[in-house]
């Protein structure tokens, strides 16, 4: 059975997370989807970034969300894999990463909605999917799970592409997945997207019964790739890697 394989934050072994090189590399690389971050702008732009503040990437003390588009393409990447290999990065828009995906016709565009976005901002943000030709190989992955029900019941987005993000906050980032997650996932004919170290075959197994797939992240060591393909038997890998990928044992 194939797996598929998902390139965290673009190529970012290679380039700078959430930077157009790494989403550059990505598309040109043996990967099914290429996965971005995305947060809104006080001017209400949609823009792409892991984390809500400039700190990390770019040693600035500001939050996306209280910045114009201008305050914050302002400010260069000052951190990141292999920086100096590649021409100064920047925060780009989420246009900027959907052009360069479009430019594949057999790469899926994995977006996470970082904030718990309105019915209104998440039709905004499926039209320029649309714009580029991307609505119908876009997977759109959350840990907002009212963000995904409005997503499905609101504008009314394929369920298959939807996925959860467990184990990404304080609250839940060491409880493996459980029932109650089960419950929520199954219920609402949502996938599920997981810390690796959460899940376990059983959790895969009634998932897979219900309909559903499994995808996991971070993974980035070959032994650990091994185990979550051929142990708990996944559907999706995100990782920052190239790969060979081992082929699923039969069960």
């Known amino acids: 059975m194939e797996i598929k394989r998902i390139a965290h934050r673009g190529f970012s072994s290679e380039a700078p997370e959430n930077s157009r090189a790494a989403f550059a590399l990505a598309v040109e690389g043996d990967f099914f989807g290429v996965e971005c971050d995305v947060w809104k702008t006080k001017d ?4 792409v970034s892991h984390d809500g503040h400039l700190e990390r990437m770019c040693g600035v003390d500001r939050e996306i ?8 393409k302002s400010y260069p990447f000052v951190k990141g894999k292999k920086q100096a290999m590649h021409p100064k990065q920047h925060v780009i828009l989420l246009t900027e990463y959907l052009s360069l995906l479009c430019r594949s016709e057999t790469k899926h565009p994995v977006i996470e909605l970082k904030m718990d976005y309105t019915t209104v901002e998440l039709r905004e943000i499926v039209e320029l999917v649309k ?3 991307l609505y119908e190989r876009t997977f759109f992955i959350s840990l907002h799970g009212g963000v995904l029900i409005r997503l499905k019941e609101g504008l009314g987005f ?5 996925q959860y993000v467990y184990g990404a906050i304080r609250a839940n980032k060491w409880i493996p997945v459980n029932m109650e997650v089960e419950h929520f996932l199954i219920e609402n004919g949502i996938n599920l997207d997981t810390r690796y170290t959460l899940l376990s075959r059983g959790n895969v197994i009634r998932l897979h019964e219900a309909g559903l797939q499994v995808n996991v992240w971070t993974v980035n060591r070959k032994k650990d790739m ?7 038997g996944v559907d999706m890998v995100t990782t920052e890697f190239y790969h060979e990928l081992p082929e699923k044992k039969e069960k």
Do not use: D, N, S
């Open 44 to 47: 209400g732009v949609y823009v």
């Open 65 to 72: 969300p209280k910045m114009t588009w201008a305050e914050v």
């Open 131 to 133: 714009q580029y030709g």
């Open 158 to 162: 394929p369920a298959e592409r939807l």
């Open 226 to 232: 091994e185990y979550v393909i051929r142990e708990l």
